[in-house]
């Protein structure tokens, strides 16, 4: 008990002096002095969605997934290299729902349950995360015939690493420079 009360205390003492030099701050960029100097300020966006609204992002993240999918799928068949049977188009936009909608909860729970885990391996986990929620949708969705394993596993990868590259492009992250004046 007597352990909680001390970190409650030392948290209480903490939030106050953050507050106390918060407001000598603020206090000293009110103040009329020409001779202020201007402040520079570098925020690093570390944008990962495109946008605010997590279900519109997730619905757009699911459209790249088939817009990918479906691209690299004709680029292979137009190479001749056949990995799964594309009789019914179907299936293939229920293989893209069914591989987001995984992605997309193992991602959360990772982030919600393992934080930690993904700051230690600089993210690698969540390329494992994508494979398994990958390998999933084949397993999960209907009448999906697999041609060549092969195939699969090369498909696999190239999508991974265009989706990231294409990704990463749109939610490319910027330095941003704001210089803030006294007073404003």
Known sequence: MDSKDNKKKETKKQEEELKKDLEDLVENFKKDDPKAPKVRVISIGMKNNFFKNPYLDALFLMFLNLFFILALAGIYKFF????????????????VLIFSINELILKILIFKYMFKLVLLTLGVVLLIVSITAFVLALIITPNLDVISEVGIITFMISFLIIRSFIKNMLTSHKFNIQSINKGE
Do not use: K, N, P
């Open 80 to 95: 001749g290299f056949d990995w799964i049977d594309f009789s019914h188009y179907i299936f293939v936009i229920l293989f």
